[in-house]
């Protein structure tokens, strides 16, 4: 009789245990972008794609997870005539990534992914077979990661020829212009 009591007792600690694993809910951490006007798509190393925007934490399983595509975004309000007119300008990026290329989420942590602003703009020089030189624009946020060298408007590119302007040591300007696209 003590036995089947023991065994009895044995079987309901056992099916106890089973159902608070169950009900314990996994280890997660969090994830928090250091603007709030950013959306950030991550992903696992199961495929898998979780986005985070804003000033929102994420919860996320623990492990490590690398950028798939990133925007930042700007609203813009102008008023002509008494009119208001309302734009969202974006910039975008899928890599390189620079220092966010991977970002690890630990358990019970929140990891701040620092991104987007201030921009650095770079100059890019490159000499082609004929001899002439291209200067091309890159686009680099706090974090290292690098944006496409266009912002778009509502949705739509938009491309505007850069202008530039030569000065010397005492800031004096020497020259201006624009550069032509073709």
């Given at each position: 009789?003590?036995?089947?009591t023991?065994?009895?007792?044995?079987?309901?600690?056992?099916?106890v245990?089973?159902?608070l694993?169950?009900?314990?809910?996994?280890?997660?951490?969090?994830?928090?972008?250091?603007?709030?006007?950013?959306?950030?798509?991550l992903?696992?190393?199961?495929k898998?794609?979780t986005?985070?925007?804003?000033?929102?934490?994420?919860?996320?399983?623990?492990?490590v997870?690398?950028?798939?595509?990133?925007?930042?975004?700007?609203?813009q309000?102008?008023?002509?005539?008494?009119k208001?007119?309302?734009s969202?300008?974006?910039?975008?990026?899928?890599?390189?990534?620079?220092?966010?290329?991977?970002?690890?989420?630990?358990?019970?942590?929140?990891?701040?992914?620092?991104?987007?602003?201030?921009?650095?703009?770079?100059?890019?020089?490159?000499?082609?077979?004929?001899?002439?030189?291209t200067i091309?624009l890159?686009?680099?946020?706090?974090?290292?990661?690098?944006?496409?060298?266009?912002?778009?408007?509502?949705g739509?590119?938009?491309?505007?020829?850069?202008?530039?302007?030569?000065?010397?040591?005492?800031?004096?300007v020497?020259?201006?212009?624009?550069?032509?696209?073709?």
């Open positions: 009789m003590r036995k089947t023991l065994f009895g007792l044995a079987s309901v600690l056992v099916l245990a089973a159902v694993a169950q009900q314990t809910p996994a280890a997660t951490g969090k994830v928090k972008l250091s603007v709030e006007n950013a959306a950030l798509d992903k696992a190393a199961d898998t794609q986005a985070v925007s804003g000033s929102a934490e994420a919860s996320l399983a623990p492990g997870y690398t950028p798939a595509k990133l925007v930042l975004s700007k609203r309000v102008k008023e002509d005539a008494g208001k007119q309302e969202q300008w974006t910039l975008s990026s899928r890599g390189p990534w620079g220092g966010l290329g991977k970002i690890t989420v630990t358990a019970g942590e929140t990891t701040v992914v620092k991104l987007g602003e201030p921009l650095t703009i770079k100059t890019d020089p490159t000499e082609g077979e004929d001899g002439a030189m091309g890159r686009v680099v946020g706090t974090g290292g990661e690098v944006y496409a060298p266009y912002a778009a408007k509502d739509k590119p938009v491309a505007v020829p850069p202008k530039i302007t030569i000065v010397d040591e005492a800031a004096k020497l020259a201006t212009g624009s550069f032509q696209f073709g």
